[in-house]
Every structure is written in structure tokens, then in C-alpha cells.
């Protein structure tokens, strides 16, 4: 009898504890707590302020990266790239994410080096101005840390 009393509320206080609420941040700036029940609320009721004649940050657009002018982006296994098509981890799938990741465009994402298997990948980018290593494993890829 204490098992299933057990196991009973092991299973009630698993399904509670389970549902997770969310902070996003929307394109004004504001915060918002998402609720595991399907609502929402502001937890900053108001836009952050803006300085008057200030303007938003643009990208670097240097070149720190010391690419040759006649530096062409390494070809990559076609094999590889149409098995990765479906998991959507291509190249410019990739590529589309360190965009993101360092707010430029695309075209402004330029690949160094790669070393990729099927199973494994570690990229080399130039992105804004700034050298940073990406590494798939399988068809999800993230950004390489350095640990020491």
C-alpha cells in the first residue's frame, strides 16, 4: 500500500513540476513571461527609454580577419551536405545561425576552414569582424566554447 502511495505522488508532483514558463523578449524591448497554461503577462510594463538622437548599433564591417582579396570559402563534401539537408544542418543552415548569433547578414558570414564527417563537423568563420568556431555533432550544430 505505501508503494502505490509512493508511486502516486511521485507521478503528481512529476506532472507539476514539468510545465515551464518562458521570458521572451519582443521587438520593442519589453520582457514577457509565457505561462505553461497558455497566457501571458508583461513583466516590463514599459519599453525600455531611448536616448534621443541615439541610433542602433550597426555591425563591424572590418576586416580583422586578414582574408586574403582573392580568398575563396573551402568546398565542401557534397555527400556529406545532402544527407545533412534533412536534419537541416547544411552550411547555410549553419551559417544562418552564427548570423543570428552575431546580428549581421549572411553574406557577411564567411567560412575559413571545416573538417566534417557524417557524424561530426568543427567550422571556421569569419563574422563581423570576429573569428568563432562552430561544431555539429550529428544535425545539431552550436557554437564552440572555450573551457580553459
Request: hydrophobic residues 35%; charged residues 30%; positive net charge.
Amino acid at each position: 500500500m505505501k508503494s502505490l502511495l509512493f508511486a502516486t505522488l511521485f507521478l503528481i508532483s512529476f506532472s507539476a513540476l514539468s510545465q515551464n514558463n518562458y521570458i521572451v523578449k519582443t521587438d520593442d524591448g519589453r520582457r514577457v513571461l509565457l505561462k505553461a497554461d497558455y497566457t501571458w503577462e508583461y513583466i516590463d510594463l514599459e519599453a525600455p527609454k531611448t536616448i534621443q538622437g541615439e541610433t542602433k548599433s550597426t555591425p563591424l564591417k572590418t576586416n580583422t580577419c586578414n582574408l586574403a582579396a582573392d580568398f575563396e570559402e573551402p568546398k565542401l563534401n557534397k555527400k556529406i551536405q545532402t544527407q545533412l539537408k534533412k536534419g537541416r544542418a547544411t552550411i547555410t543552415h549553419i551559417k544562418k545561425k552564427v548570423a543570428k548569433d552575431l546580428k549581421c547578414t549572411v553574406e557577411d558570414v564567411i567560412l575559413l576552414s571545416a573538417k566534417e564527417s557524417k557524424a561530426t563537423g568543427t567550422y571556421n568563420f569569419c563574422a563581423n569582424g570576429a573569428k568563432v568556431t562552430y561544431k555539429r555533432n550529428g544535425h545539431s550544430f552550436a557554437k564552440k566554447i572555450k573551457v580553459l
